[in-house]
């Protein structure tokens, strides 16, 4: 059974620039979240979905965005790129809403400069 | 949110040397989860541990919900167990995990 499958592992973007991250899930699994992880701010949560509907977001500004497609494939957008978004972005995804496991991909290494 | 303690947040051990992990969490959780993060990023699962006692080889974990703290026991540690050990957990909406700043383990041959 394939895991959580993320693209593109690295990329290097300027300060400006828009950026978005694909997260493929678990066959069978429903919902996607997304996590940032920097060195000063640890893990992060940046928002939640399932079935195509953004059940929950964390404290971040309006240039994060997300969606979630039919096939349950996730994709996430940042605009307007910053230098503090130089991070490592992590898709976790489970097979129903409210419970259990969580499972996590290789992430998105993304650098701004 | 829920805050999520870890302790120690560094540990150095000789290898065959063992350790245990401790997770103090804020308010009642319905998951928890302890995680090894790899190198190259990946959290790799452990232990889905919401209560109780689990063991898996060379590693066990106890989670206490109603004392809100959660343990990770590595015996006989290895230096492949080097890395940083994180403690998550979701509050009673089930879809945001807090996770805590972790556990750095260096095991030395």
């Known amino acids: 059974k394939a895991g959580v499958t993320q693209t593109p592992r690295y990329l290097i973007k300027t300060r400006g620039q828009q950026v978005t991250l694909s997260c493929s899930p678990i066959?069978?699994?429903?919902?996607v979240s997304w996590y940032q992880q920097t060195p000063g701010q640890g893990l992060q949560f940046l928002f939640e979905y399932f079935s195509e509907t953004q059940r929950n977001k964390g404290n971040f500004p309006g240039r994060f965005s997300g969606r979630q497609f039919s096939n349950s494939r996730s994709e996430m957008n940042v605009s307007t790129l910053e230098l503090g978004d130089s991070a490592l972005y992590l898709c976790a995804t489970k097979p129903v809403a409210n419970t259990g496991e969580l499972f996590f991909g290789e992430g998105s290494r993304l650098t701004v400069l | 949110g829920i805050q999520v303690e870890q302790s120690p947040p560094d540990l150095i051990l000789q290898e065959g040397a063992n350790s245990t992990l401790r997770c103090n969490f804020s308010d009642s959780v319905n998951n928890l989860q302890w995680f090894h993060q790899n190198p190259w990023g990946q959290l790799i699962n452990l232990f889905y541990?919401?209560?109780g006692t689990k063991q898996n080889g060379r590693l066990s974990a106890t989670t206490v919900a109603t004392e809100r703290y959660s343990l990770l026991y590595i015996s006989s540690s290895q230096t492949t167990d080097s890395g940083v050990y994180f403690c998550?957990?979701?509050?009673?909406?089930?879809?945001?995990?807090?996770f805590g700043t972790g556990t750095s383990l260096t095991v030395i041959p």
């Open positions: 998550a957990v979701d509050g009673n909406t089930g879809n945001q995990f807090y």
């Open positions: 066959s069978g699994h429903r919902s």
């Open positions: 541990i919401p209560s």
